[in-house]
């Protein structure tokens, strides 16, 4: 098993970065794939951008592409999602995610999640 918690969320401008944190406790984290998620009131989670365990492949949802950056540290068992050009339709809970094996797109096929942290972009 793994524990995942996030930090980093926030209030920002429109224009404005954040960056995301996920820590994760439990097994070898270099054994997990992770994902970033966001929900927005309303609306279903959705997939934002995904890691290999060995953080040599990364995939982005076409929204934040260009954007977002998503990396790990395995030395230090955290996930990171660099958030630049911040809209307000990013606004959202945003959740670490992290299943065993091959990466995934879908938000079901992951197996841990963080309690999630707010961003809230104002314009």
């Known amino acids: 098993q793994v524990q995942l918690v996030e930090s980093g969320g926030g209030l920002v401008q429109t224009g404005g970065s954040l960056r995301l944190s996920c820590s994760a406790s439990g097994r070898a984290f270099s054994n997990y794939a992770m994902g970033w998620f966001r929900q927005a009131p309303g609306k279903e989670r959705e997939f934002m951008s995904i890691?290999?365990?060995?953080?040599?492949?990364?995939w982005y949802a076409d929204s934040v592409r260009g954007r977002f950056t998503i990396s790990r540290d395995n030395a230090k068992n955290t996930l990171y999602l660099q958030m630049n050009s911040l809209k307000p339709e990013d606004s959202a809970v945003y959740y670490c995610a992290a299943r065993e094996g091959g990466v995934r797109v879908g938000f079901h096929e992951y197996d841990y999640w963080g309690q999630g942290t707010q961003v809230t972009v104002s314009s």
């Open positions: 890691i290999t365990g060995d953080g040599g492949s990364t």
